[in-house]
């Protein structure tokens, strides 16, 4: 691969399947990617630790289709992403970009920061944060009624591993 610059890509409507062992999602091109494990619930917002890939899925209302925006990814050839559906963002430091009715996407310096609200998106919203030696799945939920904490779910690198 290149060490071209990276552009924005429009997400396509990719396939969706989500399973007890976790979610997988079909590509436009008919591969697919598991994302292991259930996902941990958090309330409306998403922080990654530093140097993590970050993928956000928000599923239609049957949560069979959706669509998945990779943030900051700036690895991947536009040409592949094009092929698979798979849209992707490039976010400035301090900028937000709203990736999805409902879903936003700040870049915090080394961390992505992702807010939702899963009304206004009409469907499921997933966050998959990972590198080459860890994965975590999150689902962003609404706060609870009364719920006032400020308090956002932080990916923590598992096992101890940075």
């Known amino acids: 691969m290149s060490s071209a610059n990276r552009s924005d890509v429009p997400p396509e409507t990719v396939g969706v399947s989500l399973d007890p062992?976790?979610?997988e999602v079909t590509y436009t091109d008919g591969r697919s990617v598991f994302y292991h494990g259930v996902p941990e619930k958090a309330e409306?917002?998403?922080?990654?630790?530093p140097g993590k890939e970050?993928?956000?899925?928000?599923?239609?209302?049957?949560?069979?289709?959706g669509v998945m925006v990779y943030v900051n990814?700036?690895?991947?050839?536009?040409?592949?992403?094009?092929?698979?559906?798979?849209?992707?963002?490039?976010?400035?430091?301090?900028?937000?970009?709203?990736?999805?009715?409902?879903?936003?996407?700040?870049?915090?310096?080394y961390r992505v920061q992702v807010e939702a609200d899963?009304?206004?998106?009409?469907?499921?919203?997933?966050?998959?944060?990972?590198?080459e030696l860890s994965e975590q799945a999150y689902e962003i939920v609404a706060p609870e009624a009364g719920d006032e904490s400020e308090e956002a779910s932080e990916a923590e690198p598992a096992d101890g591993v940075e």
């Open 73 to 109: 990814d700036r690895k991947t050839d536009d040409e592949i992403l094009e092929a698979t559906g798979v849209g992707r963002v490039i976010l400035e430091r301090g900028e937000t970009d709203s990736i999805f009715p409902g879903v936003e996407a700040t870049n915090k310096g």
């Open 118 to 131: 899963p009304e206004q998106a009409r469907g499921r919203v997933f966050v998959f944060v990972e590198d």
């Open 21 to 23: 062992e976790g979610v």
């Open 54 to 65: 970050v993928h956000v899925l928000v599923t239609d209302p049957t949560e069979t289709e």
């Open 44 to 49: 409306g917002r998403v922080i990654s630790a």
